[in-house]
């Protein structure tokens, strides 16, 4: 409710002061819901609470990721693989400690080949990194241990960032980052997204340096 609270107290200073991302805009994208407003990007995903669906998604694709709707970094995030007996149970504990929903989505047996950030700044692909999972670790995110490595934009990333650009350009969300499996989008961020310091040694692009260009036009244009 801070995090939440803290957007409404920017919104008072708007439209005077410009705030990265517009904060009203990010209160209303939490980043595992915003995503499911392009489903024709995404792996088959699934939102609830309604623990038989759950079941009759693992039973339609039987290996599956399960991952709280508000988390980050990677913490509580699970495969489920076909033979795992632990669904149940993982359910049980999650709907005990939260009234939040869990995503749960197919398994993309590309990750292991990789999990792409891409950095977006006002709707247009400035870089990116693959970030690939340590062994016998399902998650790619770097905060657990998931290896940075140089990664061009190929075809289909930059058919993604076209088909979501316009979106986040008109909700002002200036400053974004895409994860991207295979040829799936799976997480739209718009919270202080990382991945800069590793396109900067990867590539020598420095993004920080396109955002704060952007932010000065908007600035300039706001005064004009």
Not at 55 to 70: G, H, N, T, W
Not at 123 to 146: D, L, T
Not at 152 to 165: F, Q, S, Y
Request: some cysteine.
């Amino acid at each position: 409710m801070a995090y939440i609270t803290a957007t409404h107290m920017l919104e008072h200073i708007q439209p005077g002061t410009l705030i990265v991302n517009d904060p009203a805009a990010v209160r209303n994208a939490p980043e595992k819901i915003l995503v499911t407003h392009f489903p024709d990007l995404m792996p088959p995903t699934l939102i609830t609470w309604d623990v038989n669906a759950i079941r009759s998604f693992r039973a339609e694709y039987r290996d599956i990721i399960v991952k709280p709707l508000f988390g980050n970094g990677g913490a509580g995030v699970f495969r489920i693989k076909p033979d795992d007996e632990n669904l149940a149970s993982l359910l049980e504990m999650h709907f005990a400690r939260s009234r939040e929903p869990l995503m749960i989505q197919r398994y993309e047996a590309a990750v292991r080949q990789g999990d792409k950030r891409i950095i977006l700044v006002d709707g247009e692909p400035a870089g990116a990194i693959n970030r690939v999972p340590a062994a016998g670790e399902a998650r790619s995110n770097m905060h657990v241990g998931g290896r940075p490595e140089k990664s061009p934009l190929t075809k289909r990333d930059l058919e993604i960032c076209a088909a979501i650009g316009p979106t986040l350009r008109d909700q002002g969300m200036i400053f974004v980052g895409i994860d991207v499996i295979g040829d799936y989008l799976t997480e739209i961020n718009v919270t202080s997204p990382t991945g800069l310091q590793e396109i900067a040694r990867f590539d020598g692009v420095h993004i920080e340096k396109t955002i704060w260009d952007r932010i000065e036009e908007k600035v300039a244009a706001r005064a004009a």
